[in-house]
């Protein structure tokens, strides 16, 4: 018989905010945490750990976290053996700052050193001191020391905290070097360090162990991928895709997220040919004016963006492509901002994520230039790209009434049903080899395969079907 446990578990509360490498960094503090005795509550108040693993891409995610800080200062008066801890890129950027800001946390630990997070509570309860580890600044010492400064830990794995349990992230590289002026990632995430391939087909065939039918690689621009063996081979995202297309029960792989510069030849070639590759491929373009495109410092014009669209819708019949666009970015006039609307007019993403540009500190932006777009101009134009991106999506959605896809399902989905306005069941979830979501009727054993859907209506963001008859596909 297995040992009984000899005291209650302690129980863990973690909120995550920002992009996919935070929620898999969450997965992975999870995973240790577990290790330490910890089990995950939904419920704040039962508390025994309370992790914030943090965003610093824009003020508001920051503000949000400050506000949740405030909200729990009475748990920690009721409970002072409760742990609170801020992680991630904001525990980067404001270290200390935290600590005088909010001086019931009991630890701030940065991107790259989550791998001590149990040692850094169980010290700061011990101690009864707050701690803190980060890593260098970019500016600190060689890129090898402060590269060696962001840890990688991502041999633990935690299926309880995934998107879904046939959905799994793997990271493929760290950090960024591109120093795009407005963002603050470089300095919060650290130098690009792209990961050993074998770690990484390891992992993979780890997760697909697991019942992971769907695996996303993630990395700042994980389309720069190269890694470079000791006899001096190399492996390019494109071979990575082929290495891990080998992997038995893995039905699907996607990446994110792409930097136009770096679409080379052989990437959009392998998107092609490996038909487990999802044709999906999220390449933000931020901006359609060039001078704006330049004081960012994209290091690509807008024609060169719209050549690299071409190539890539070319080469990959039937794909689709996201963006992201910051709107209100330093010296952004009307002139500007009709050029990015005209390229999103022309572009026909499948999405794109619009931000309002927010100033950050220790970035090249916000000691440059002044932050002279007013806000009520930012939501404005923030509400223009967006209405005119619903319509794009909403047409381009339409024109797959008729059709049918095959979807990886995902499972149940409340929130997209009911936010369309169904009112019947539950309804599956899942998505096309396009990445466009898919709702529809049909029984759990069809959760985490592949299945036929006849695609019969459709909103700017989901595609609703039938279950093609007898279909249940095999692998795409
Ligand atoms: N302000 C607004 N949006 C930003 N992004 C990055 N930095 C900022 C900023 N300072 C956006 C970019 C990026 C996405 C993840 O966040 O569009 O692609
Ligand atoms: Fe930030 Fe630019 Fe790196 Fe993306 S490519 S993480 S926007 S610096």
Sequence with gaps: ?????????????????????????????????????????????????????????????????????????????????????VLGCMAQKDQGQILKRAP????????????????????????????????LARNAGSREHVTSSFDSYDADREPAVRPSTFQAYLRVMMGCDKFCTYCIVPSVRGPEQSRPPSGIVAEARLLAMQGVKEITLVGQTVNSYKHKEADGRITRLSDLLARLHDVDGVERIKFITSFPNDMTDDLLQAVRD???????????????????????????????????????????????????????????????????????????????????YSPRTGTKADDLYPDDVPEEVKRRRNHVLLDLQTRISLEDNRAFIGREETVLVEGRSRSTTRKEGWEGPDQLTGRTHCDRIVVFDGPDELSGRLTRVRIENASAVTLFGRVAEGQVAGPV
Excluded: W
């Design 1 to 85: 018989m297995a040992d009984q446990p000899t005291s209650q578990p302690k129980k863990l509360y973690i909120e995550t905010v920002g992009c996919q490498m935070n929620v898999l960094d969450s997965e992975l503090v999870v995973a240790r945490l577990r290790d330490d005795g910890y089990e995950l509550t939904d419920d704040i108040d039962q508390a025994d750990a309370i992790l914030y693993n943090t965003c610093s891409v824009r003020q508001h995610a920051e503000d949000k976290i400050y506000s949740a800080l405030g909200r729990i200062k009475h748990l920690k008066k009721k409970k002072p053996e409760l742990a609170v801890g």
């Design 104 to 135: 019931h946390v009991d630890v701030v630990i940065g991107p790259g050193q989550l791998g001590r997070v149990p040692e850094l509570i169980a010290k700061a309860k011990a101690e009864a001191t707050p701690q803190m580890a980060v890593s």
């Design 274 to 356: 490996l038909p487990k590759v999802s044709r999906y491929i999220h390449v933000p373009a931020q901006s359609g004016c060039d001078l704006v495109l330049k004081r960012m410092k994209r290091m690509y014009t807008a024609a060169f963006y719209e050549e690299m669209l071409a190539r890539l819708r070319e080469t990959i019949p039937g794909s689709s492509v996201s963006s992201d666009f910051i709107v209100g970015f330093c010296g952004e006039t009307d002139e500007s901002f009709e050029k990015t609307v005209g390229l999103l007019e022309r572009s026909r993403f499948k999405n794109s994520f619009i931000f309002k």
